[in-house]
């Protein structure tokens, strides 16, 4: 009960969608068990955000080292739940102004539309900007041509870094011969990208493909049962 | 603490010190000669008059019996002169500017990490994992919950409250109850016991996964990636063989395979697989200095954006966007 009929869940939910690739008719089954996995993310996503109210409730309760942040996180998440499920300052779809509830839930001027505008942009886009300044002195320091390998990762890092800024441009202008322009930084990042870039990208792309392939025929033949856990 | 880091501790503190009071001084300074931080908006009337046969449409002359709000637009920095102001056409909107100077304050609160970790920041952090946690929570409900579980099992009670386009001729479709149970049986990974229950709809995720995955993965990475692979290397033009292009399919085919067989370990790499895996890893060097390249640029973009908001959006220093 406890391994076997999840064992047998899970062969039977992947060949479903397998078989739906090949046979017509059983198409409806895969767009269904799609279907059912969406809703079961939002179930996971819920799950998601109950853990996280419990594990700041115990923090706060046991007045643990930092239990005032987990005020402001479960505040936050509550009052963000509030205004979006409640489409507070959301006004009806303009094509049915008669049922209340109908408007988009992110509707311009509306509560989530704030939250999300004063708060979850600036906070996000501006930890990700963190990582130029984190980024940049982790390359200085290391950073370091100390064989092939190493100078050609830093070489095409500068060569595209500057090759898409002015600088790539503007270094080259007024003294190199038109024969020459190729190698402008800009012009040799766009080659980068476009030959070296591109065969490096493909064989690693290929290689994930046959490890995804590899790893889910281990689920669906029962040999990967990791999942399962333990007990 | 040594006397060398305390004496660069309480240089750090005069420094940053010197920092906020300039930046206080500017921004008294922007406040009394901009409209520093403020946000004017005008009003837009949206009316709905109903028709014979039930359905609305709107009105520019709104009853009494009508439907009717009104929504706010934001007005331009280059828009917003005296005379706008003075006509009472755009008015001051508070909501969006505290919303501005919370949005800038949250932005300087994460900055602050630069100096170190500090309250400011662990209180920026602590409101991104609680609102983001909100925010997609609410999205998967709207988005996913509310049409695809509750709109199959009481379709009629969704289309009268929540989604009037939706088609609910299907009726009632039971088999939803399935998910339904499935979401119920995961929460029980929540209990003290009986966590055990949430490995079916676990089980069940992971076999959908695996399944999808692995068609999706077939179908657009390696079979599609293969034939992209598959280029002449013999390039010909109008007047026969042309070099570039026929160079580049070389080092592109070169850099594929190359890169392929330094992936390959079931056979050591010895004499010719050796030395094709070494030039394999030039080409991934390569790779993954572009990468670098892209990611800090991007990241660059990202803090220029942010910056662009300080002193556009906020400050007024530069025009905004």
């Not at chain 1, 992947?14 to 269904?32: Q, R, S």
């Not at chain 1, 130029?132 to 070489?155: P, Q």
């Not at chain 2, 930046?23 to 520093?36: E, F």
């Not at chain 2, 579980?149 to 929540?162: D, I, M, R, Y």
Request: glycine share 10%; hydrophobic share 55%.
């Amino acid at each position: 009960m406890k391994r076997t009929v999840p064992l047998i869940i899970a062969i039977v939910a992947g060949f479903v969608l397998l078989i739906a690739n090949f046979i017509p008719f059983a198409e409806d089954w895969g767009l269904t068990a799609q279907e059912w996995f969406n809703i079961l993310a939002v179930g996971a996503m819920i799950l998601g955000g109950g853990n996280l109210v419990k594990l700041h409730l115990m923090k706060i309760s046991g007045q643990r080292k930092g239990w005032g942040y987990s005020v402001v996180t479960i505040g936050c998440f509550v009052g963000t739940l509030i205004f979006g499920l409640f489409k507070i300052g959301v006004h009806p779809n303009e094509i049915y102004p008669n049922v209340g509830w109908s408007g988009y839930y992110l509707e311009g001027g509306s509560g989530l539309w704030w939250i999300y505008q004063h708060m979850i942009v600036p906070l996000t886009s501006m930890m990700f900007a963190m990582l130029a300044f984190y980024v940049a002195t982790a390359a200085f320091r290391a950073f370091r041509a100390k064989n092939t390998e190493a100078t050609l990762l830093l070489v095409t890092a500068g060569v595209v870094l500057l090759g898409q800024t002015y600088a790539g441009v503007w270094l080259f202008e007024g003294w190199l011969p038109e024969s020459m322009q190729w190698l402008r930084f800009d012009h040799l990042t766009e080659w980068v990208m476009n030959i070296p870039n591109t065969g490096g990208t493909r064989a690693i792309t290929i290689g994930i493909a046959l490890g995804v392939v590899a790893t889910s025929l281990r689920i669906l033949l029962g040999v990967d049962r990791s999942y399962l856990g333990q007990d | 603490m040594d006397k060398s880091s305390e004496a660069s501790k309480n240089s750090n503190t005069l420094i940053w010190g010197i920092i906020f009071i300039i930046g206080a001084i500017l921004l008294v300074w922007s406040m009394s000669t901009s409209r520093t931080g403020q946000v004017w908006v005008t009003p837009e009337q949206h009316a709905f008059t109903a028709g014979a046969d039930g359905k609305y449409s709107a009105t520019d002359t709104p009853s009494s019996e009508d439907i009717a709000w009104v929504t706010y637009n934001v007005v331009p920095d280059s828009e917003l002169t005296q005379e706008v102001i003075d006509s009472g056409s755009a008015t001051l909107s508070w909501s969006r500017t505290i919303g501005l100077w919370l949005a800038a304050i949250f932005t300087l609160f994460i900055l602050s990490f630069l100096v170190g970790d500090n309250p400011a920041y662990k209180f920026a952090e602590a409101m991104v994992v609680g609102t983001s946690a909100g925010y997609v929570m609410v999205i998967g409900i709207w988005d996913v919950f509310v049409p695809l579980l509750l709109g199959k099992l009481a379709p009629g009670f969704v289309q009268t409250a929540f989604l009037p386009g939706m088609d609910a001729s299907a009726g009632t479709q039971l088999l939803y109850i399935i998910p339904a149970i499935l979401i119920i049986m995961l929460l029980f990974q929540l209990m003290p016991s009986g966590g055990w229950i949430s490995r079916w709809p676990i089980a069940f995720f992971i076999g959908i996964t695996a399944g999808y995955r692995m068609i999706g993965y077939v179908e657009a990475d390696l079979v599609a990636q293969i034939k992209a692979a598959i280029v002449p290397l013999w390039v010909t033009g109008e007047n026969g063989f042309v070099f570039w292009p026929s160079f580049n399919a070389v080092i592109l085919t070169v850099a594929t395979l190359s890169a392929m067989i330094y992936f390959f370990f079931s056979v050591e790499h010895k004499g010719l697989l050796g030395k094709t895996a070494r030039v394999g890893i030039w080409f991934l060097m390569i790779t993954f200095g572009a990468s670098f390249g892209y990611t800090v640029m991007g990241r660059i973009a990202l803090l220029a954006a942010r910056l662009e908001f300080l002193f556009g959006d906020w400050l007024h220093f530069i025009p905004s966007s």
